[in-house]
């Protein structure tokens, strides 16, 4: 057979249709990403893998969103003197000239004996410095219900807390048990908000507030404007300055010290105004998360 024959044979057909195939699905796999900015998060991402190809980026990010720091086992033994924890899951991508190879995010190692820790914004970037939390994490959950938003909690890289974004179509419900005596209530699943569940519940809870900042502050809509505003279409340094003050309040008045202030001194040693922010929307909705925070709110009336 000569070489043009092997060219059109129908093993080289498979071979090219299957490499279709793959950036088919990994097109696919892109439009799953609905708005524009969750787009720009992926392709940042594989910008940021520059060890790995292109694809293994979007293995990696499929399989563990947020990782950033990834090697394989031996590489983290020999170069940083980190081992693999008990229990990690590995990430599995393609190996170069052979199957697949299996890494692992810096969540998922551990120092060995008298190596020093790494430095705080490579493992725990969204832990908090101090404080702890009793049950404020279970009641603003419990709470957030009432609004539709549905808390997922799975694990992620060291590099992502958290989001939130509107629910997918379908009609799907979630039942909210209401005080004790009042029965159930249906109500329409309207958002998912992801928590990092390699967090501790106090980043978590920071987290949460952050996510539900942008909730109520109404960056993602509203379903009621008597229950906060419609305001789609602000920009992202104002969304996110407005996120990280309620975060910050919320979070110092109770006593857990996290991340927000740096983000807020950084803003405002690099700016000489603040941006156009509502501090209606940011005492309001301060107000509200903490109030979720301490009591069990009764559900939503469309009138109210």
């Given amino acids: ?3 043009g024959d092997e060219a059109r044979s129908p093993a080289a057909a498979w071979d090219r249709n299957a490499a279709r195939r793959a950036l088919d699905d990994l097109f696919a796999n892109a439009r799953q990403f609905k708005s524009s900015a969750e787009y720009g ?9 520059r060890r790995y190809s292109p694809f293994n980026a979007v293995l990696i990010h499929t399989q563990l969103k947020g990782a950033r720091y990834v090697a394989p086992a031996n590489r983290w033994l020999r170069d940083f003197g980190r081992r693999i924890k008990t229990g990690a899951q590995p990430i599995v991508i393609l190996q170069p000239k052979g199957p697949v190879m299996f890494v692992f995010d810096v969540v998922d190692t551990e120092g060995l004996p008298g190596m020093p820790p790494l430095p705080p914004e490579v493992d725990r970037p969204f832990e908090v410095r101090r404080g702890r939390i009793g049950a404020e994490l279970e009641l603003t959950v419990a709470n957030a219900l009432r609004d539709g938003v549905n808390v997922i909690e799975r694990k992620e890289g060291s ?7 509107l ?7 979630q039942v ?7 029965g159930h209530l249906k109500v329409p699943r309207r958002y998912d908000l992801l928590l990092n569940a390699s967090l501790s519940p106090e980043a978590r809870y920071a987290t949460l507030v952050h996510e539900l900042a942008h909730l109520y ?5 509203t379903p009621n404007e008597k229950w906060w505003p419609d305001r789609i279409g602000l920009g992202l340094t104002e969304r996110e300055f407005e996120a990280e003050s309620i975060c910050y309040l919320v979070c110092e008045r109770l006593g857990i010290g996290n991340p927000s202030d740096e983000y807020l001194a ?3 040693r690099e700016n000489e105004q603040v941006p156009s922010i509502s501090l209606d929307c940011v005492l309001k909705g301060a107000g509200l998360i903490e109030q979720m925070a301490r009591i069990r709110l009764p559900p939503r009336k469309e009138n109210e």
Avoid at 41 to 49: K, Q, S, T
Avoid at 159 to 165: D, E, V, Y
Avoid at 176 to 182: E, I, M, Q, S
């Fill in 1 to 3: 057979m000569t070489n």
């Fill in 41 to 49: 998060d992926l392709i940042r991402f594989i910008a940021r893998f």
């Fill in 159 to 165: 590099q992502s807390a958290g989001s939130i974004r």
């Fill in 167 to 173: 629910a997918p179509p379908g009609g799907q419900i």
């Fill in 176 to 182: 909210v048990r209401l005080k004790p005596g009042l």
């Fill in 217 to 221: 502050c109404g960056h993602l809509g």
């Fill in 266 to 268: 950084g803003y405002l």
